[in-house]
């Protein structure tokens, strides 16, 4: 059974920071390009970040750069999304997601296809709050 659960998601205070984790299983996870996107309450979900397969590159939204970092360890068939100096405006719940097909995100052509991501884990809530 193809899955991807997401972990680490809390509650913490602004200029905190957070790793949240994406596992899969089903599926060996090294091929595939993994987004991250996040839905606030009352808003569109929206694309943060992807990273290529093993030795590509990672893009990121403009309201994240400098203070996210994905990264992955394909040997733990997991992707993990650094959050640092959170801001109130990232609470949301984040998802990771994948279409199991392309291996490469050089720009923001993958997060703009969502509907074309047919695997997405259950979220994680983050919620940063003073």
């Known amino acids: 059974q193809v899955q991807l659960v997401e972990s680490g998601g809390g509650l913490v205070q602004p200029g905190e920071s957070l790793r949240l984790s994406c596992a899969a299983s089903g599926f060996n996870l090294e091929y595939y390009a993994i987004a991250w996107f996040r839905q606030a309450p009352g808003k569109e979900r929206e694309g943060v970040s992807c990273i290529s397969r093993s030795g590509g590159s990672a893009f990121y939204a403009e309201s994240v750069k400098g203070r996210f970092t994905a990264s992955r360890d394909d040997a733990k068939n997991t992707v993990y999304l650094q959050l640092s100096n959170l801001k109130p405006e990232d609470t949301a719940v984040y998802y990771c997601?994948?279409?199991?097909?392309?291996?490469?995100?050089?720009?923001?052509?993958?997060?703009?296809?969502?509907?074309?991501?047919?695997?997405w884990g259950q979220g994680t809530q983050v919620t940063v709050t003073s």
């Open positions: 997601a994948t279409d199991r097909y392309r291996g490469y995100c050089s720009g923001p052509t993958y997060l703009d296809s969502q509907h074309r991501l047919n695997y």
